[in-house]
Structures are given as structure tokens and as C-alpha cells.
């Protein structure tokens, strides 16, 4: 089983909205954080949203620039599956969304030392 497995990608039209989602599997274990990266063709992955895992004591979500505003990232209190909402879509979003957990904790709220990594959903935005 993947470590990570992301539902909710497809096609819409400029304007529209999207709601992406990723379960980890058992093996992800309580992980420092979650998020989620995209990679537009032709361009490197970029950060788009995290969020603090269970182990923190309050939420703690940042953003990437690009999607500020835009995007809203939440979790299931009950596990560590994580949702993200994406509106106001434009094409210049179109890209493979990654869902990726770190567990480091010093680390993963600068979106760094993300080890385990889905396998990617695409989104498509068209104008």
C-alpha cells in the first residue's frame, strides 16, 4: 500500500474550485507534518500548503505564496488525513499536487525534510 494516497484532482474551468485530500497508510505514523507541493510541466515542485500534525499542541498552517488567499488546508482530528480546498483556480495552478509528510519537527514547518511522498493528482485548470 502507498504511503500516502490522494483523492479529489481532475479538470475545471478557471474560476472554479477544488478539493484535494490525502490518507496516510498505517506506516505513517503520527508525522510531524503533512502538505502538499505541486509541479507545474516544465517547472520545479513547489510548496503550497502544510499543515502541524497531531503531536503539536495547537494548528499551525502556512501557505506558499503563489496560492495565498486561495487555498485552505485542514485536518481530521481524529487521524492524519488532510484536506486541501483550493478556489478562484486559475491555469496557471494547473500542475501535479503531491501530498508529502515530514517527521521532522523542527524542519517541516519551513517545508523542508519531506521523506514520504504520494504518488500525485493532477489538476487541470482551463480558461
Known amino acids: 500500500q502507498a504511503p500516502l494516497v490522494e483523492s479529489g484532482g481532475g479538470s475545471v474551468q478557471a474560476g472554479g474550485s477544488l478539493r484535494l485530500s490525502c490518507e496516510p497508510s498505517a506506516s505513517v505514523y503520527k508525522p510531524a507534518c503533512m502538505a502538499w507541493f505541486r509541479q507545474a510541466p516544465g517547472k520545479g515542485r513547489e510548496p503550497v500548503a502544510l499543515?502541524?500534525?497531531?503531536?503539536?499542541?495547537?494548528?499551525?498552517?502556512k501557505y506558499g505564496g503563489a496560492v495565498k488567499g486561495r487555498v485552505n488546508i485542514s485536518r481530521d482530528n481524529g487521524k492524519d488525513t488532510i484536506d486541501l480546498r483550493m478556489d478562484n483556480l486559475q491555469p496557471e495552478d494547473t500542475a501535479t499536487y503531491y501530498c508529502a509528510a515530514s517527521t521532522d519537527h523542527f524542519q517541516c514547518l519551513q517545508f523542508r525534510a519531506y521523506i514520504i511522498w504520494g504518488q500525485g493528482i493532477q489538476v487541470t485548470v482551463s480558461s
Open positions: 499543515i502541524s500534525g497531531r503531536s503539536y499542541g495547537d494548528v499551525i498552517t
